[in-house]
């Protein structure tokens, strides 16, 4: 069994900084990909960024390219999102997840924690 928490949300003005942590524990943590998603009140949720566990090869959503970054400290299992130059429409809950493999879908997933981001 995986668990992942998450840290770091809050309330920011519009062009600040965040930055949020995810830690993970458990014996079959080993993952393939970590990412972080969002979902905003009405919305579906969205892959923000994303970071292979092994190579550290990463991926960003095109709203969020250029102002988040994603890294991960694999001593320590755990997965940062940093995120500057914030804007209202960031406001969400963000979540972490776990990809297990290549070949499997995200399967474990923190309890997300609240960004918002006022005008």
């Known amino acids: 069994q995986v668990q992942l928490v998450e840290s770091g949300g809050g309330l920011v003005q519009a062009g600040g900084s965040l930055r949020l942590s995810c830690a993970a524990s458990?014996?079959?943590?080993?993952?393939?990909?970590m990412g972080w998603f969002r979902r905003a009140p009405g919305k579906e949720r969205e892959l923000v960024a994303s970071?292979?566990?092994?190579?550290?090869?990463?991926f960003y959503a095109d709203s969020v390219k250029g102002r988040f970054t994603i890294s991960r400290d694999r001593a320590k299992n755990t997965v940062a999102l940093q995120m500057n130059s914030l804007k209202p429409e960031d406001t969400a809950v963000y979540y972490c997840g776990r990809r297990p493999t290549s070949g499997a879908a995200y399967d474990s997933w923190g309890q997300g924690t609240q960004v918002t981001v006022s005008s």
């Open positions: 970071i292979y566990w092994s190579f550290g090869n990463t």
């Open positions: 458990g014996r079959t943590f080993s993952p393939y990909m």
